[in-house]
């Protein structure tokens, strides 16, 4: 009740343009983003090769798998500083206990990591080159630093300050990228050329990006340190904030990795690079809804009818464009990536990609729903059964429709989350709030 209060204070405080303003730059950094997929990434694969892109796109996934450490924390954070709007105090104090759960994650997960991998590697893709081994430790590195920097990005976005959370995000991203092309095209056409820019761009950005931080809220650190502060949150009572939807929120992320954790170990690593090209192309339409979301959350804690408006938004701005791109994936592959884009088997996987990405845009307002009632078992609930059936698609299907069983997994997720958080809102009676 407290958050919902708080919450509802802040959005009132809040002008309309603020909202417009944190959606545009949200969408402003998602086109950078875009561009980057689009322009860079073909780029990359005529300079690598197919078998060290697949070791990069091992890389990719490796991390993304490894994110998940971050569910909940990551959706949850930005709800519980927009819920101390106000109170300078109370936001270092929540920011230092978010700060510490991020260091200690990323230290212990780096360590665990490093140690482990001698005999993961061999398990995920025997045929990995001692090069392409070094490639996931940097990865592994590159993780760490990026989860410790999502302290300051909770704090920003939660006090909707995205403006600032995504220009310094695109700076960061520009020079990663750039150090990467320079390094792949005139350093070393190998993975781990195109993962050591990320790593050592991403120690000056957290470090840059934490003392900001530290900097801004110098006297209320202080008064914390004195003890002056009696309002910082134990440790304990943030987590027991966030246990539940963190497992419910650590599903939901495991069925948008599922489909590369399983084909990771069950194709040829040259087969997979031609697979995570596809998805990745395809997920690129997934952040088109994101910008909405994060900057409607707010809203939707303090006015339910706004959940309406953000449904229309992300079927407009996502769902439409994923229909008709997946309606001429092959030509848009080939025009994408010329001659490599030719192969019937990206083509058929990004079209069921793009089907499930255009039913999982229309759950997102749902969603947003569930995350402002902090609906967690009714959110465990969709994702737990749709993972159970994504297993099914793809250890049944795999065998018959090789990569393609990826795609369809793509599609029972989008059209189950739709179906069951139609329900689930019904259900609640709020359909038509």
Same mark, same amino acid.
């Given at each position: 009740?407290?958050?919902?209060?708080?919450?509802?204070?802040? &959005?009132? =405080?809040? *002008?309309?343009?603020?909202?417009?303003?944190?959606?545009?730059?949200?969408?402003?950094?998602?086109?950078?983003?875009?561009?980057?997929?689009?322009?860079?990434?073909?780029?990359?694969?005529?300079?690598?090769? *197919?078998?060290? /892109?697949?070791?990069?796109?091992?890389?990719?996934?490796?991390?993304?798998?490894?994110?998940?450490?971050?569910?909940?924390?990551?959706?949850v954070a930005p709800r519980e500083f927009a819920s101390v709007h106000g109170d300078r105090h109370r936001q270092y104090a929540l920011y230092h206990r978010f700060e510490m759960i991020y260091?200690?994650?990323?230290?212990?997960?780096?360590?665990?990591?490093?140690?482990?991998?001698? /005999?993961?590697?061999?398990? +995920?893709?025997?045929?990995? #080159?001692?090069?392409?081994?070094?490639?996931?430790?940097?990865?592994?590195?590159? @993780?760490?630093?990026?989860?410790?920097?999502?302290? *300051?990005?909770?704090?920003?976005?939660?006090?909707?300050?995205?403006?600032?959370?995504?220009?310094?995000?695109?700076?960061?991203?520009?020079?990663?990228?750039?150090?990467?092309?320079?390094?792949?095209?005139?350093?070393?056409?190998?993975?781990?050329?195109?993962?050591?820019?990320?790593? !050592?761009?991403?120690?000056?950005?957290?470090?840059?990006?934490?003392?900001?931080?530290? =900097?801004?809220?110098?006297?209320?650190?202080?008064?914390?340190?004195?003890?002056?502060? &009696?309002?910082?949150?134990?440790?304990?009572?943030?987590?027991?904030?966030?246990?539940?939807?963190?497992?419910? +929120?650590?599903?939901?992320?495991?069925?948008?990795?599922?489909?590369?954790? +399983?084909?990771?170990?069950?194709?040829?690593?040259?087969?997979?690079?031609?697979? $995570?090209?596809? +998805?990745?192309?395809?997920?690129? @339409?997934?952040?088109?809804?994101?910008?909405?979301?994060?900057?409607? !959350? *707010?809203?939707?804690? $303090?006015?339910?009818?706004?959940?309406?408006?953000?449904?229309?938004?992300?079927?407009?701005?996502?769902?439409?464009?994923?229909?008709?791109?997946?309606?001429? #994936?092959?030509?848009?592959?080939?025009?994408?990536l010329g001659a490599r884009g030719s192969d019937p088997r990206m083509a058929s996987v990004l079209a069921l990609v793009l089907v499930g990405v255009a039913f999982n845009a229309m759950y997102?307002?749902?969603?947003?729903?569930?995350?402002?009632?902090?609906?967690?078992?009714?959110?465990?609930?969709?994702?737990?059964?749709?993972?159970?059936?994504? /297993?099914?698609?793809?250890?049944?299907?795999?065998?018959?429709?090789?990569?393609?069983?990826?795609?369809?997994?793509?599609?029972?997720?989008?059209?189950?989350?739709?179906?069951?958080?139609? /329900?689930c809102v019904m259900k609640r009676g709020e359909a038509r709030a």
């Amino acid at each position: 009740m407290c958050l919902r209060v708080g919450m509802q204070r802040m &959005a009132e =405080r809040a *002008p309309r343009w603020l909202l417009w303003r944190n959606v545009l730059s949200n969408y402003a950094y998602v086109g950078l983003m875009a561009v980057v997929t689009l322009f860079l990434t073909p780029v990359y694969v005529h300079s690598l090769g *197919p078998a060290e /892109w697949g070791a990069v796109a091992l890389c990719i996934t490796f991390q993304s798998v490894l994110f998940l450490l971050d569910a909940g924390l990551g959706q949850v954070a930005p709800r519980e500083f927009a819920s101390v709007h106000g109170d300078r105090h109370r936001q270092y104090a929540l920011y230092h206990r978010f700060e510490m759960i991020y260091v200690r994650g990323a230290l212990v997960t780096w360590v665990l990591g490093q140690a482990s991998m001698a /005999w993961v590697l061999p398990w +995920v893709s025997p045929d990995m #080159s001692d090069a392409s081994v070094w490639a996931v430790r940097l990865a592994l590195t590159q @993780f760490a630093l990026t989860f410790a920097n999502s302290a *300051p990005m909770g704090l920003w976005n939660g006090l909707q300050m995205q403006q600032r959370a995504n220009l310094r995000q695109a700076g960061f991203l520009a020079l990663k990228h750039a150090g990467a092309l320079w390094c792949v095209t005139q350093l070393s056409a190998q993975a781990w050329a195109y993962v050591l820019p990320f790593v !050592l761009v991403g120690v000056v950005e957290t470090i840059v990006n934490v003392r900001t931080v530290h =900097r801004e809220y110098s006297r209320e650190a202080l008064a914390l340190r004195q003890g002056h502060d &009696a309002q910082a949150p134990s440790l304990r009572v943030l987590m027991s904030h966030l246990g539940g939807f963190g497992v419910a +929120v650590l599903a939901g992320m495991l069925t948008s990795q599922l489909d590369r954790m +399983v084909l990771a170990s069950r194709l040829p690593l040259q087969d997979f690079g031609i697979y $995570a090209l596809a +998805v990745t192309f395809g997920l690129a @339409f997934m952040n088109l809804q994101q910008p909405l979301q994060k900057a409607f !959350l *707010p809203r939707i804690v $303090a006015s339910r009818g706004e959940a309406r408006n953000l449904f229309w938004a992300v079927a407009l701005v996502c769902g439409l464009p994923c229909l008709v791109v997946a309606w001429w #994936s092959g030509e848009v592959l080939q025009l994408w990536l010329g001659a490599r884009g030719s192969d019937p088997r990206m083509a058929s996987v990004l079209a069921l990609v793009l089907v499930g990405v255009a039913f999982n845009a229309m759950y997102a307002a749902d969603y947003t729903r569930l995350v402002a009632a902090n609906a967690w078992r009714a959110v465990l609930a969709i994702n737990g059964l749709i993972l159970l059936v994504q /297993w099914t698609v793809l250890t049944w299907g795999l065998p018959a429709l090789g990569m393609s069983a990826g795609g369809w997994s793509w599609v029972a997720c989008g059209v189950l989350q739709f179906a069951l958080g139609r /329900w689930c809102v019904m259900k609640r009676g709020e359909a038509r709030a």
